[in-house]
Structure formats: C-alpha cells, structure tokens
C-alpha cells in the first residue's frame, strides 16, 4: 500500500508535431500492490531478491502545459505562428483506477531489513487536454489557430504513449 503526492514542477516536457510544452505536475496517486516472487524457492539469493509485482491505483493527477516561444514563432498542429503570448492547458487523468505491472528486486542487508527498487507502468489509458492561447497569434498563409489547438489536443488525447505511466520506486524494507 502507498501514496505518491505533490507538486513537480520540471523541465520535463512532452512534444507534438516540434511543440514542446514544460510540465508542471500535481501528483495524486494510492495504490495497492502485490509482489510474487517466482524463484521464492531457488537456492540462489539474487533470485529470491527478484518479484513481479501487480495491483492497482487510483490515480488524480493533473498537468499543467506551458508553451512560449524563444524566436517569435510557436508551431500549433504543425502551422507555424508569429505570435505574442502562449499556449497553456491542462492535461489530466482524473478519478482513473488502473491496473500496474512492475518488477523489482529486493534484497535483504540484515534478517530484517532490507532495501528494493522496482520500475513497472500504470494503464491509465488516453488523459483528458485542453489547450488555449493567450494572446495574438497570426499566420501569413491564412491558418486558424484556434482549429489548430483542437486539433492539438486530439494529438495528445489519442496518443498511446500518454497511456502508459511509468513508475520508478526505490526504498526500504522492515520484515517481521
């Protein structure tokens, strides 16, 4: 049983069609998980140490999305704009519950304590987008930026690696 929370501002970002937009999380993540360990009975330590691991979380993330151009021009579902302002939105993954698969390892430093690390991904399938400029946004060939921005938003919305949430985990053990 855990809880992941808080806020994450990064430099991380995500990419659509050469648009990079800075993330900044608010994380909301419980979750219950299970370790099976398929080598439990091997004679060999390092493969006692090895579990899959599978479970659950409800998951109430939100990210916010921050676009602003460095040379005066912001590209919008592959247009490119003369713009003064910038595009922000949200993405999130709002009361989710999604299933998790992960492998770790977990040896022990003592009879009762021990330390792990685990990486797995969540399912959280496609998030929800909304994207909106602030601003003046123009294009010589006639584009429509707010068209753009829908379009935009179903790019994130239906791409499949936005499904997948990655997990890294490390810590201590106690055994009783």
Same mark, same amino acid.
């Given at each position: 049983l855990g809880y992941n929370g808080g806020d994450v501002s990064t430099t991380d970002d995500i990419s659509v069609d050469g648009t990079k937009y800075d993330l900044d999380m608010k994380n909301n993540t419980t979750y219950l998980n299970a370790e099976i360990r398929p080598w439990g009975t091997s004679e060999s330590k390092f493969a006692k140490s090895v579990y899959v691991a599978a479970g659950a979380?409800?998951?109430?993330?939100?990210?916010?999305?921050?676009?602003?151009?460095?040379?005066?021009?912001?590209?919008? $579902?592959g247009t490119n704009y003369s713009?003064? @302002?910038?595009? $922000?939105?949200?993405?999130?993954?709002? $009361?989710?519950?999604?299933?998790?698969?992960?492998? @770790?390892?977990?040896?022990?430093?003592?009879?009762?304590?021990?330390?792990?690390?685990?990486? @797995?991904?969540?399912?959280? @399938? $496609?998030?929800?987008?909304?994207l909106d400029k602030q601003g003046t946004f123009v294009n010589a060939a006639g584009g429509n930026a707010e068209q753009d921005l829908r379009a935009e938003e179903n790019k994130i919305r239906n791409d499949d690696k936005y499904a997948w949430m990655p997990v890294a985990k490390l810590g201590v053990s106690y055994h009783f």
């Open positions: 979380a409800y998951i109430d993330n939100d990210y916010d999305l921050t676009k602003r151009s460095q040379d005066g021009t912001i590209k919008i $579902n713009y003064d @302002g910038s595009v $922000n939105g949200q993405m999130s993954y709002k $009361n989710t519950i999604a299933p998790y698969v992960g492998v @770790g390892f977990s040896p022990k430093v003592t009879d009762r304590i021990g330390v792990f690390g685990e990486v @797995g991904a969540y399912y959280t @399938g $496609n998030p929800t987008v909304e």
